[in-house]
Structures are given as structure tokens and as C-alpha cells.
């Protein structure tokens, strides 16, 4: 099963639009901490936020937001009236302790690429 | 402040040889981790390095391996290169180990071409 699970593939809105990505996680640990990472066409991966599972509040910065909901192992994105400069590809992660070993892993979702058009 | 730095950001290998990467972390960061960046397998960690110790692996086969230096600079080798190792392979660096889950800074890759 996939700890880390980015369902849309691909999204491609207008300028203006807002729009909402999705994540969803799984993990047996009680302490793990969720992130969003941006890749833009450059290739460099650019860090956008960090979450620890103790913190449930939403947090806004500028035109993005996230969403974190443990009841539903979801930590959502949405990008409110996007821009051009906003296509990439955005990935989700998890940092969790494995069981087995007890070291900390970083497992990446598959990645949403959202294409804004002009 | 510089960011992190890759080097080469560009190679060409073939099958059977052997290379090595190297990363150049934000200065005063300690901690270096390597990411394998592939269409099929998506992004996967590959190491972190902490004050020169391997701290955390992934699940990648003895062929890949690193070294961190006492200036922080890591090093990745990849023994007989298979046509699956190519790849975008990303170095990031922390203040923090990933254990505590600090903020991480992604160098722009090396692109590794096998034939």
C-alpha cells in the first residue's frame, strides 16, 4: 500500500482559478511530519511547508493553503488564484519512524503536476 | 548565502561502471541526504549523512553508497551501473537530521545517463 498517495495525476486550471491538492498518508506513528515540496521545470525542489502531527491548524501563506486533517490522514493544498509561475510539479511527503528499525524514513507521493494556463 | 551545489550536473556512463556524485550542503548545515529521482519509481531516498555517519538508508541495493567529509561536502557511488540507474539523483541539506525533520534544501541534481 502506498504511505503516501497523490490521486491526481495531472491538473490543468486557468488563471485565476484556485485549486486544491490532494494527500493522503498512512502511518502507524504517532509522531511523523507531513511536507509540500514544489518542482518546478528547472528541476530543483523547492520546500514549501512542514507539519508535525500535532499540529492540526490550517496555516495560510500568501495564495496557498493547507489543510490537515488526521480524522482523515489528509494534508491538502490549495492554491488560490493561480498563476502561471504556480505550474510544476508539487509533491507531498511523510517523515515517520519505521518500525522495524526505528530510524526515521521520508516517503514522497507520486507528485501532481498542475499546468496553468493563461 | 550559497545554495546547495551538485556536481556534475550532467553524465554519461555505461553499463558495468562505476561513479560518484558530489554534494556541496548549505555552509553550517550538517545534515545530507541523497534522493534517486526516476519516472517510474518517482522520488526515493536514498541516505542521510550526519555529521559523517550514515544515519537513515533506504531501500536501495549495496551498489549505492555515500561518505559525508568533515566540511559536510558528501560523496554518492554507484558501483556497476545498471541501465536502471539512470536517473535525477538530488543531494538536500538540513541544520537538523531528519529525524527531527528540519527544513531541507535541494541542490538542482546530477543527471545520470547509463547505456
Known amino acids: 500500500a502506498q504511505k503516501v498517495t497523490q490521486a491526481q495525476t495531472e491538473i490543468s486550471v486557468v488563471e485565476k482559478e484556485d485549486v486544491t491538492l490532494d494527500c493522503v498518508y498512512e502511518?502507524?506513528?504517532?509522531?511523523?511530519?507531513l511536507f509540500w515540496y514544489k518542482q518546478p521545470p528547472s528541476g530543483e525542489l523547492v520546500f514549501l511547508i512542514r507539519?508535525?502531527?500535532?499540529?492540526?491548524q490550517n496555516e495560510i501563506s500568501g495564495r496557498y493553503s493547507w489543510n490537515f486533517q488526521k480524522s482523515t490522514s489528509s494534508f491538502n493544498f490549495t492554491i488560490t488564484a493561480s498563476q502561471v509561475v504556480d505550474s510544476a510539479v508539487y509533491f507531498c511527503?511523510?517523515?515517520?519512524?519505521?518500525?522495524?528499525?526505528?530510524?526515521?524514513?521520508?516517503?514522497f507521493g507520486s507528485g501532481t503536476r498542475l499546468q496553468v494556463q493563461p | 548565502k550559497a545554495g546547495v551545489t551538485q556536481t556534475p550536473r550532467y553524465l554519461i556512463k555505461t553499463r558495468g561502471q562505476q561513479v560518484t556524485l558530489s554534494c556541496s550542503p548549505i555552509?553550517?548545515?550538517?545534515?545530507v541526504s541523497w534522493y534517486q529521482q526516476t519516472p517510474g519509481q518517482g522520488l526515493q531516498f536514498l541516505f542521510e549523512?550526519?555529521?559523517?555517519?550514515?544515519?537513515n538508508k533506504g531501500n536501495f541495493p549495496g551498489r549505492f553508497s555515500g561518505r559525508q567529509f568533515s566540511n559536510s561536502r558528501s560523496e554518492m557511488n554507484v558501483s556497476t551501473l545498471e541501465l536502471g540507474d539512470s536517473a535525477l539523483y538530488l543531494c538536500?541539506?538540513?541544520?537538523?537530521?531528519?529525524?527531527?525533520?528540519?527544513?531541507?534544501?535541494f541542490g538542482p541534481g546530477t543527471r545520470l545517463t547509463v547505456l
Open positions: 538536500a541539506s538540513s541544520l537538523e537530521q531528519l529525524a527531527r525533520s528540519g527544513e531541507q534544501f
Open positions: 502511518t502507524r506513528d504517532t509522531t511523523y511530519y
Open positions: 507539519r508535525n502531527s500535532f499540529d492540526e
Open positions: 511527503a511523510l517523515s515517520e519512524a519505521l518500525e522495524d528499525t526505528g530510524r526515521r524514513a521520508l516517503t
Open positions: 555552509s553550517g548545515h550538517r545534515s
Open positions: 549523512y550526519f555529521s559523517e555517519t550514515q544515519r
